[in-house]
């Protein structure tokens, strides 16, 4: 059941992300949630767990977004699983946790999608790509991380984002 919570949780960033967002932006900024609920899985659960919600969201929105097969599902998968490693030793329960593996998430993630897209062959400017990270992104994105942790946070506490055999 708590698989299913999550990657519903997921599917529901991809698509406020892919239609509403698109349209209310600031500064042609909008916040990544997909990579903002990853980041807030990565800190509360185990790689040997969390995993599975990068790969499978990313390859959704690989076969959504088109492009190169596997970018998002790779990026995904090894931004999670990274954060579940470093997370695995801090207090989950209090907001400094995913606000230390906020840039470690944002840089792993966006940096593997540029070198990916560089080595596919698929246009790439360095330049353009840094432009995209301004002060505004970074905002965004860090509020809308606090906001997905409080309601983790208050999901989990209240049991419907735990697996019953686990407490």
Known sequence: MRTIGILLIL??????????????NIGGHYPDLVLMTLLVIGVFYEKEESWKYGLIIGVLKDVLFGGVFGMFGLAYLTTVLTVSYLGASVFKENVIAPLLMFPVGVVLSNGMLFLLRYFTGLPTALDLYLETWTIGYWMMNLAGLVLIYVIFKQLRQRGHLLDSTKM
């Open 11 to 24: 599917l529901f960033g991809l698509i406020l992300q892919s239609t509403f967002f698109q349209f209310i």
